[in-house]
């Protein structure tokens, strides 16, 4: 089998939990995975390949991603700073 559900295997968290994990036991599935890519054993929406195509255009761009990065710092810094808490005795 190509695609193995965590739903399969551990149906009462799957339940609870959003995440998706998929096991694959076929080297040049596992290969193709590298990167941005669907998981076809899911669901997905008629414009999801289209959607990825585009993505991959856009992380092609240096530039682009330089900007992410820089957008990213920034919100970072905007954000508050947490404060440690002192544990209570």
Do not use: W
């Not at 739903?7 to 599935?29: F, G, I, M, Q, S």
């Not at 991959?56 to 970072?76: C, G, P």
């Amino acid at each position: 089998m190509l695609y193995q559900s965590f739903h399969d295997y551990y149906p009462e968290v799957a339940e609870k939990e959003t995440r998706c994990l998929t096991l694959h036991n076929d080297p040049e599935a596992i290969a193709g995975l590298r990167g941005p890519c669907l998981n076809l054993s899911s669901l997905q929406s008629p414009f999801a390949p289209f959607i990825l195509e585009k993505f991959h255009m856009l992380i092609a761009d240096s530039s682009y991603v330089e900007r992410l990065r820089r957008h990213y710092e920034m919100f970072k810094m905007a954000l508050p700073k947490k404060r440690k808490r002192k544990k209570r005795a």
